[in-house]
């Protein structure tokens, strides 16, 4: 019933930025936490930042560089990608820890497809 949504991948050049959005639908009572992962090609998926209440977290490959935000009114979440490397290519995919159902109360992790991002000259 619940369903998560990205876009705003891309192709930006070395310096460039990014906007990644996350839309949720569905049946929604509450989103508790969200995240970025990502997973380039040859290697496996890694967390790349995730916000819970006023908590963040930013791995440190991405930390000062990227900023994750979220519009509760809106169950939605976002990546803003500055200053891009190469190395930042990847498939990014929405996560989100959402209560489903209000009684009895029902929380899962969903995922999103994924969206592209390329980082080259």
């Known amino acids: 019933q619940v369903q998560l949504v990205e876009s705003g991948g891309g192709l930006v050049q070395p310096g460039g930025s990014l906007r990644l959005s996350c839309a949720a639908s569905g049946s929604i009572v509450s989103i508790v936490a969200m995240g970025w992962h990502r997973q380039a090609p040859g290697k496996q998926r890694e967390l790349v930042a995730t916000?819970?209440?006023?908590?963040?977290y930013y791995a440190d490959s991405v930390k000062g560089r990227f900023t994750i935000s979220r519009d509760n009114a809106k169950n939605a979440m976002y990546l803003q990608m500055d200053s891009l490397k190469p190395d930042d290519t990847a498939i990014y995919y929405c996560?989100?820890?959402?209560?489903?159902?209000?009684?009895?109360?029902?929380?899962?992790?969903?995922w999103g497809q994924g969206t592209q991002v390329t980082v080259s000259s």
């Open positions: 996560n989100a820890q959402i209560q489903s159902t209000k009684f009895p109360p029902r929380v899962n992790d969903y």
């Open positions: 916000t819970h209440n006023s908590d963040t």
